[in-house]
């Protein structure tokens, strides 16, 4: 029924370019109830320039009252009344600043309920409904058009690149595509790794044969390529779902800037040249772990969000896959090493995701999202800290067999038990600011266990034999 | 429920696809009928559209209580069999979408106000009016389990109509391609 935000388009369309000027805020707290929103029509009518600027308003207004007729509620005819009503127009004279309204804002900072969800510390980030309701352009009528230079920022951002690729940080960096760059809202000061492809190079690196160049190439090259095609697929898939919640609103597909057939176009495409890519360039072994990889994540992991909390588990499997496929990549065959990196990261995805996921519960539950800090929060937390705590088991396991030396079981100690704290707080407490902590020590966990596993990585058994025959 | 201004502009997209649409079908005519012509006020909600439209599908500011983008579709002189069936699906879809998520927003939301209300006639009023998060994760929890069934019955019709969608625009495609009707 109130109809305020769609008052406040027709605003910007005039020019004002601010979402919230005097007038809109006046005439948003004269839309709320029927008698005011009567007064309201009453006084434009008789006012010239109101008529002119606001003529749009009317028909709004008109189609509302037409509802509220159809609603059942009386309203009588305004073209023969009106002249009656202007004398007791009282609210215009006032001052605008004894009225009450609520912007958003205003309103997330009064609403306790949302800041203890949410948290106090920097509400910018969870304004993503904020931010795209004071953009123009998302809430008009847009053709539904290619635009061709818009293409590789929709297809990178399909792909869900910060996730995917590496050389995104180029991007950020402004070092390619600067054009690419500034289509994208994100902070400066941030830099995100794509965090798959680098999970298949540390496999890659870690991996027992020599290394050769062209195939780590192509392996990361073709990792990359399938977790684009399986984050496009799951998009395509996703769209009403992702519509709901403030995080995913700007997704390509919620926002009609390419059809469906095209993404998924894009993803068949951008699969089968990854699982090729591997096929040809790498291994059979990589290809068909590649292949099951795509499946569990869009056949298994997006149906099955919606059912039940087992979905965590198959998206840590989804997670821990890659370094296996840049292991195998390298030699060829599974080892107990590839199993170690996969257990490492299979135990990772649980402080990250739970983490991550506790904030966002609202979000998730209206969504119809089935996670486990919605449906069983003692659950969430227990897994976290059981994982993260697992996480220095595997760290010490690694040098036990063979897979690192010694030196990464004490390097690593700090930064496991650091993230065991972390979980451990989250586990006695856990609210919005510890589950940030948390999730944001995670980002910074993983590349630093894995740059900490590549340099003591066990000498490879070439290099022991050349040594020998020296 | 319209007003006059904004019922002019559906029409006009309305009439240039029955004046020349040749049906090969008869559920096709009674589909094109009854449904082409409403689907557009539901889900424009009524309000005038500022933009020129020309020969495009046009995208929409989000459905207030559903939070879908509505679309609106472009019908150009002879449409094939193929073209009216993929864009009446897709105006079907949105319609069940919008309703769907409506609905579903009404209940998610209906729910957290009266809590806040139950809770907040227990306290004084100088203190402030707040659950926490325990309480609230009591609610959305009940939430999901209580919808569970819809949720699911969504999610196949949803899968259904969806992969139903890219069919047909995959059909038209290849219809472009090879110039002939499939």
Same mark, same amino acid.
């Given at each position: 029924?109130?109809?305020?935000?769609?008052?406040?388009?027709?605003?910007?369309?005039?020019?004002?370019?601010?979402?919230?000027?005097?007038?809109?805020?006046?005439?948003?707290?004269?839309?709320?109830?029927?008698?005011?929103?009567?007064?309201?029509?009453?006084?434009?009518?008789?006012?010239?320039?109101?008529?002119?600027?606001?003529?749009?308003?009317?028909?709004?207004?008109?189609?509302?009252?037409?509802?509220?007729?159809?609603?059942?509620?009386?309203?009588?005819?305004?073209?023969?009344?009106?002249?009656?009503?202007?004398?007791?127009?009282?609210?215009?004279?006032?001052?605008?600043?004894?009225?009450?309204?609520?912007?958003?804002?205003?309103?997330?900072?009064?609403?306790?309920?949302?800041?203890?969800?949410?948290?106090?510390?920097?509400?910018?980030?969870?304004?993503?409904?904020?931010?795209?309701?004071?953009?123009?352009?998302?809430?008009?009528?847009?053709?539904?058009?290619?635009?061709?230079?818009?293409?590789?920022?929709?297809?990178?951002?399909?792909?869900?690149?910060?996730?995917?690729?590496?050389?995104?940080?180029?991007?950020?960096?402004?070092?390619?595509?600067?054009?690419?760059?500034?289509?994208?809202?994100?902070?400066?000061?941030?830099?995100?790794?794509?965090?798959?492809?680098?999970?298949?190079?540390?496999?890659?690196?870690?991996?027992?044969?020599?290394?050769?160049?062209?195939?780590?190439?192509?392996?990361?090259?073709?990792?990359?390529?399938?977790?684009?095609?399986?984050?496009?697929?799951?998009?395509?898939?996703?769209?009403?779902?992702?519509?709901?919640?403030?995080?995913?609103?700007?997704?390509?597909?919620?926002?009609?800037?390419?059809?469906?057939?095209?993404?998924?176009?894009?993803?068949?495409?951008?699969?089968?040249?990854?699982?090729?890519?591997?096929?040809?360039?790498?291994?059979?072994?990589?290809?068909?772990?590649?292949?099951?990889?795509?499946?569990?994540?869009?056949?298994?992991?997006?149906?099955?969000?919606?059912?039940?909390?087992?979905?965590?588990?198959?998206?840590?499997?989804?997670?821990?896959?890659?370094?296996?496929?840049?292991?195998?990549?390298?030699?060829?065959?599974?080892?107990?090493?590839?199993?170690?990196?996969?257990?490492?990261?299979?135990?990772?995805?649980?402080?990250?995701f739970n983490a991550l996921s506790w904030n966002l519960r609202p979000d998730y539950s209206r969504a119809g999202y089935r996670m486990m800090s919605v449906t069983n929060p003692g659950l969430c937390r227990r897994t976290t800290l059981r994982f993260s705590a697992s996480l220095i088991a595997l760290s010490i396991l690694a040098p036990v067999l063979d897979v690192t030396t010694w030196t990464f079981?004490?390097?690593?100690?700090?930064?496991?038990?650091?993230?065991?704290?972390?979980?451990?707080?989250?586990?006695?407490?856990?609210?919005?600011?510890?589950?940030?902590?948390?999730?944001?020590?995670?980002?910074?966990?993983?590349?630093?266990?894995?740059?900490?596993?590549?340099?003591?990585?066990?000498?490879?058994p070439k290099e022991e034999k050349e040594k020998v025959e020296l | 429920m319209l007003s006059l201004n904004t019922v002019n502009l559906y029409l006009r997209f309305v009439c240039t696809c029955n004046s020349s649409f040749r049906p090969l079908n008869k559920t096709v005519i009674k589909n094109l009928s009854s449904k082409s012509s409403t689907s557009v006020k539901n889900t424009n909600q009524g309000?005038?559209?500022?933009?020129?439209?020309?020969?495009?599908?046009?995208?929409?500011?989000?459905?207030?209580?559903?939070?879908?983008?509505?679309?609106?579709?472009?019908?150009?002189d002879r449409e094939t069999r193929l073209e009216t069936l993929y864009r009446q699906n897709r105006e079907e879809t949105q319609d069940w979408n919008i309703t769907f998520w409506s609905h579903h927003n009404e209940k998610a939301s209906f729910v957290k106000k009266k809590l806040q209300e139950k809770y907040a006639n227990n306290y004084s009023s100088s203190e402030p009016k707040s659950l926490t998060? +325990?309480?609230?994760?009591?609610?959305? @929890?009940?939430?999901?389990?209580?919808? =569970?069934?819809?949720?699911?019955?969504?999610? *196949? +019709?949803?899968?259904?109509?969806?992969? @139903?969608?890219?069919?047909?625009?995959? =059909?038209?495609?290849?219809?472009?391609?090879? *110039?002939?009707?499939?």
């Open positions: 029924m109130i109809l305020s935000k769609d008052v406040s388009i027709f605003f910007w369309d005039k020019g004002n370019g601010i979402s919230h000027s005097r007038r809109s805020k006046l005439l948003q707290y004269l839309w709320q109830g029927p008698f005011q929103m009567y007064i309201f029509r009453c006084f434009c009518l008789n006012v010239k320039n109101f008529k002119s600027r606001y003529s749009s308003c009317f028909n709004i207004y008109s189609s509302h009252l037409r509802f509220i007729s159809n609603s059942k509620k009386h309203v009588p005819n305004l073209v023969k009344k009106r002249r009656k009503y202007i004398t007791s127009i009282t609210g215009f004279s006032h001052n605008t600043k004894n009225l009450q309204f609520s912007t958003d804002a205003e309103k997330k900072e009064n609403d306790k309920e949302y800041v203890q969800e949410v948290g106090k510390e920097s509400p910018k980030k969870f304004n993503f409904k904020k931010n795209v309701n004071s953009k123009p352009n998302s809430l008009m009528w847009k053709e539904q058009k290619i635009d061709y230079k818009d293409l590789p920022a929709l297809y990178l951002s399909l792909a869900k690149s910060r996730l995917t690729d590496l050389f995104t940080c180029l991007i950020e960096l402004n070092i390619i595509f600067p054009s690419v760059r500034q289509s994208w809202n994100f902070k400066s000061g941030k830099f995100r790794l794509g965090l798959v492809a680098m999970t298949a190079m540390a496999g890659y690196i870690m991996g027992d044969s020599a290394f050769d160049p062209s195939t780590f190439l192509l392996c990361s090259l073709g990792t990359a390529l399938i977790s684009c095609s399986a984050n496009s697929i799951n998009q395509f898939f996703e769209v009403p779902f992702d519509s709901q919640m403030n995080r995913t609103q700007n997704r390509v597909l919620v926002r009609g800037r390419l059809t469906p057939l095209h993404a998924v176009i894009f993803g068949v495409t951008c699969g089968l040249s990854g699982l090729s890519l591997l096929h040809f360039g790498v291994n059979g072994l990589t290809a068909f772990l590649g292949m099951t990889n795509l499946v569990l994540y869009t056949c298994i992991y997006t149906p099955l969000k919606r059912f039940s909390i087992f979905n965590t588990w198959v998206g840590a499997i989804v997670g821990a896959i890659p370094p296996i496929m840049g292991w195998t990549g390298c030699t060829g065959s599974l080892n107990v090493g590839a199993f170690i990196l996969g257990g490492i990261l299979f135990a990772w995805q649980f402080p990250h079981a004490f390097d690593s100690l700090p930064l496991n038990l650091y993230l065991t704290y972390l979980a451990w707080k989250f586990y006695k407490k856990s609210d919005s600011q510890n589950s940030r902590k948390l999730f944001r020590f995670s980002l910074i966990h993983l590349p630093l266990l894995l740059t900490l596993m590549i340099i003591s990585r066990a000498s490879k | 309000k005038k559209i500022d933009v020129k439209l020309g020969k495009y599908d046009y995208v929409g500011p989000p459905h207030e209580k559903a939070n879908i983008r509505p679309l609106i579709f472009y019908c150009h998060a +325990e309480e609230m994760s009591v609610f959305y @929890k009940s939430f999901l389990d209580e919808n =569970l069934r819809t949720h699911s019955q969504y999610n *196949k +019709e949803w899968y259904k109509r969806n992969f @139903k969608n890219l069919y047909l625009a995959f =059909l038209i495609v290849l219809e472009k391609i090879f *110039k002939r009707k499939l």
